[in-house]
């Protein structure tokens, strides 16, 4: 997986949770208490939370979303990619038909490089026609485009600032709802890095 991930950028894990887990948390983001968000010219989908101070999430929800920000799920995704990172986001959405976000949505997490993490979960299959693709371009073109799999988990890093991301508008066609768990965990500074920014504070 290293090497698929450093040759590439991106990588999507299929089949990445065991199925019992899988089903006991999709049951449990049924039964949490969703908010619509926007404004419309940037975002519109469901959220327990953009922020940890005002997280909606309850029960299992929460508990995974604990998981997410360990210590030990860090080391993973260094594993994976061999990056040196630190957690600085999580939100978990929910997105249906009429859902999306533009590429001016959170602008500021793109203004660094980064590596983006988003678990899907899902009832069913998503299928291309519906819309929901995550699409990732910059000033001029697009870079890259993954869908919403199921039980998938995906990583792409972004190696400069100004790399862009959203969700390609969800149409009538979906059936159904699609949850995402998605952090963005930004790269450790080198030493020398650290202790430039040390003495300028």
């Known amino acids: 997986m290293k090497e698929y991930f450093s040759n590439n950028g991106s990588i999507q894990l299929e089949d990445f949770l065991q199925n019992e887990q899988y089903l006991k948390l999709l049951e449990a983001l049924r039964d949490q208490p969703w908010k619509v968000i926007g404004p419309v010219n940037r975002r519109h989908y469901n959220t327990l939370g953009r922020f940890e101070n005002e997280s909606l999430a309850t029960g299992y929800v929460s508990d995974f979303s604990k998981i997410l920000r360990s210590k030990s799920f860090t080391s993973y995704l260094e594993d994976v990619t061999g990056l040196s990172l630190r957690e600085t986001f999580l939100e978990v959405r929910k997105f249906g038909s009429g859902c999306y976000t533009l590429v001016h949505d959170n602008v500021d997490q793109h203004e660094e490089a980064g590596l983006d993490v ?42 400069e600032g100004g790399v862009m991301r959203f969700v390609k508008y969800i149409n009538h066609l979906a059936v159904g709802d699609h949850y995402e768990f998605t952090a963005v965990f930004w790269e450790e500074p080198e030493q020398g890095e650290q202790d430039v920014t040390e003495e300028k504070n």
């Open 118 to 159: 988003v678990l899907h979960l899902g009832e069913q299959p998503w299928d291309e026609e519906d819309g929901g693709h995550h699409i990732y371009m910059n000033s001029t073109e697009e870079l890259l485009s993954f869908n919403p799999v199921p039980n998938s988990l995906s990583l792409v890093y972004r190696d």
